[in-house]
């Protein structure tokens, strides 16, 4: 089968398209005929070996990478062949994984937060030989989630490690609520779309930032309300205040990093949360202590999606009430040239990977 991988860290020349062995499949596992891939920032990141600006290998989910290694955290596809235990699924349908593995008895899987478990092994970066790159992936049938085809491969390959980590992180653990307001930083993203998205679907006002001026209106059309250019010498924490009648927003969702941390505590409101989901922009940041203890703030840290929040978005993406919004799909033969979109940060929307 066809696979893009990587020999080593690099640029994204470093992409070898490779002929290799379909997956041979272990007890009560399904191999999935990929039809889409989406491309996140993790991959580019692991891909140059760098995240947050430090060697990948200090971040918890870049240990112990394997060369050649076969990177990809959001197919979807078909089921082709079960071998085992169908856990409820039928050949032909449509499928994506939950986004890891997990063992399934500690403390943290027994009671439903799975994305905790100790000895997570996340698709695409702690799974040697299986990722979403290629033609083919095996997977526990338990760990498949079909979806009706309402839902298009390339949209819920976005669901992934888009939505389903912000829907748990700003549902589940930020508790945002109807009426309230959400700022979301690196709002043009994928994670930022998805937060946009979710943010309308629940009645919530949107307020992106980001620091390209000609991506307004593609983030109002996403769902936000209103949209602050992040300039240099400027603070878009104290154009937040303005707009919230110096109230500040109840929710503020991180996906940014060191460059936007001190501005997201400064955009909280009294007894707010901040929903921390990435630090691609640099992995330390400073911290007012006094800001958090003086305003009542909550810092929730959120490593990908349970199983539960997982479903949700599938199922309320399927009834389109929520609609990943596809901003380009490149065929896999091109994954250098997606690599490279995503690293000049000129995309807006989801970059696709798709398997013709
Ligand atoms: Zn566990």
Redesign the pocket.
Known sequence: MKAARIPRFGTPDVFSIDDIPKPTLKQDEALVDIKACGVNRMDTELRAGVYGGEPVEDFIFGKNIVFPHLPGVEPAGIVDTINGSPSGLVLGANVVPHSHL?????????TGY?NV????RVLGVQTPGCGGYAEYFAWPTAGLISFKDTLSFEQASALLVNYGPVWFGLIERGGLKEGETLVVTGAAGGCGHAALDIARMSGVRAIAITRSPEKEILLRNAGADEVIIDRAGENWAEEVLELTSGRGAECVVELVGAATWPRSVEAAALHGRIVVIGSHSGLSADLNLGQVFGKNLSIEGITRANRSAMERVIRLAEKNKLVPHIGHTIELDDVAEAHRLMEADEHTGKIVLTLS
């Open positions: 997990s063992c399934g008895t500690c403390s943290y899987c027994l799975d478990c100790p000895e997570i």
